[in-house]
């Protein structure tokens, strides 16, 4: 099966040779401690239903990202996902699902480098989910959790977490003396912040949905207590 | 590209590198990535050693040249990254773009290539790895690393729903394209980009709740089968001599590499 169009690039997996030792050493760990933490928290919530809950969104998420809608001249955008997962299943366990993302995207189909994998992964799974969660909080608690606050919470949650990760992509860059500051700055914040609308919209979308559907999703844990079978959730 | 043709990276071969153990093969790889960013720009020498490190491994693997080179164009796109210090770099001009006056410099130039053929070697290693390795042997190998095992559990999950999940997405696009988005050659119909991007939303939306459906079903179906939370993978095999070899000598010339390269 191959797509029909063109997706347009959202240019945030480094590929190796463009971050220096120290920069790609630092993210590494970096990212192994916030892992760390995260596969902890996210242990204690969903106990041993974590692989199977956590594997089946992953996938979700890498799946999530290969749908696009057309945008204009044959080009067609996507999502990245790393907001939208902590909307729906909480920042840590989104860390959990976007790391996976990545990390795979890395291994096995070669989207982004071996040796930049840990700022890879901290740039679109770590930094996405943490900065979205907390604009989707502060939003939808300034609003007392009204439809349409969740809704424009998503939507500002999305944008910024492209345009920190287009932030955070744009600094390991220059840090490392592959790209100008005076350059890349304006032109990855520039184009995500088109990118970023895309995004927004998107997971709104995805909110909206779940919201009309499964709103006891939003915000609260899926109860796999023993007397849950999961009949009971299938419709 | 498409990501729902899973395991097609995998190439069938006979080589060497396909019967060394995945774990070797995945270090290999990541000692690679690492060790070639330590080469300062336009140390060509310590350049060409690392190429030979990867023709090598392209050599003991076996696999088609063209299919090696044509995937290894993969990150070219993330040269327009760099692309820019060939004009921004100080240094000596070698030649100045007509009309907008840009100088090209010599030091410039020699930073843009050395970044490229970084980039190049590492992913042509990485293609090597991934074309001569089994995508399931790949993520077993990293449990076998010692990845924690609820994130090589989550992992392996992934994997084995990444088709059905896919295959799910690729129905609500086809539904989708067979109802609005796409008109005769490629065009566009109904609504605005604003309301494609929420349509593509709801689809989203309706994915992540048949994906969590079934993920409480795979769960409730495990449990009854006596899951205890433990993802268990089957052949736990200790390296063999060969692979034993395969790291020493890949240890030994990176290593000599990184100090011909620096020292």
């Known amino acids: ?235 | 590209m498409s990501y729902f043709a899973l395991g097609e990276r995998y190439q069938h071969g006979q080589g060497l590198l396909y019967r060394v153990d995945p774990r070797v093969k995945i270090v290999i790889a990541v000692a690679f990535a690492f060790a070639i960013t330590v080469v300062h720009a336009g140390h060509w020498q310590a350049f060409a050693g690392f190429g030979a490190f990867v023709a090598l491994a392209v050599g003991t693997s076996r696999l088609p040249l063209w299919l090696v080179l044509r995937r290894s164009l993969i990150a070219l796109p993330f040269a327009a990254a760099a692309f820019p210090l060939i004009f921004t770099k100080p240094g000596d001009t070698i030649f100045t773009v007509p009309l907008l006056g840009w100088a090209a410099s010599h030091e410039g130039l020699v930073h843009v290539g050395s970044i490229m053929l970084k980039s190049w070697l590492a992913v042509l290693l990485a293609v090597v790895l991934t074309s001569c390795t089994r995508p399931l042997d790949l993520i077993r190998g990293l449990e076998r690393l010692r990845l924690p095992r609820v994130l090589a559990g989550t992992i392996f999950f992934m994997y084995r729903y990444l088709h059905v999940i896919g295959e799910e997405g690729h129905r609500l696009m086809r539904a989708r394209d067979a109802r609005s988005a796409s008109g005769p050659d490629g065009g566009k119909s109904g609504g605005s980009v604003l309301w494609r991007a929420r349509v593509l939303g709801s689809m989203v939306g309706s994915l992540f709740v048949r994906s969590l459906e079934r993920s409480e079903r795979i769960y409730a179906a495990m449990q009854s089968r006596g899951y205890d939370g433990t993802v268990r993978f089957s052949n736990e095999r200790r390296l063999a001599r060969r692979d034993w070899g395969v790291l020493l000598v890949a240890v030994l010339a990176l290593g000599g590499l990184i100090i011909y390269a620096r020292f």
């Open chain 1, 1 to 235: 099966m191959v797509l029909p169009m063109p997706q347009l690039p959202i240019l945030l997996h480094i590929p190796d040779g463009f971050l220096s030792t120290w920069v790609a050493t630092v993210f590494y760990l970096i990212t192994i401690a916030c892992l760390a933490v995260a596969i902890r928290k996210t242990s204690e919530s969903y106990q041993e239903s974590t692989a199977p809950l956590m594997g089946v969104l992953a996938a979700f998420i890498f799946a999530a990202q290969m749908m696009n809608f057309p945008v204009a001249g044959g080009t067609s955008g996507h999502m990245l996902g790393g907001a939208l997962a902590a909307i729906l299943v909480g920042p840590w366990a989104a860390m959990v699902i976007m790391a996976c993302v990545v990390g795979v995207q890395a291994l096995v189909f070669q989207d982004g480098g071996l040796a930049v994998l840990g700022a890879n992964i901290f740039n679109m799974g770590i930094a996405t989910a943490l900065v979205g969660f907390a604009v989707y909080k502060a939003v939808t608690g300034f609003g007392n959790g009204k439809r349409p606050f969740i809704l424009v919470g998503t939507f500002a949650a999305a944008w910024v977490s492209v345009m920190v990760a287009a932030f955070l992509t744009s600094a390991q860059l220059a840090v490392s003396g592959t790209s100008d500051w005076g350059i890349v700055l304006p032109a990855m914040l520039g184009v995500h912040a088109l990118i970023g609308i895309g995004e927004g919209v998107i997971s709104a979308g995805a909110v909206a949905f779940v919201l009309a559907t499964r709103p006891d999703l939003l915000g609260i844990t899926p109860d796999f207590g023993d007397s849950t079978l999961a009949g009971e959730h299938v419709r």
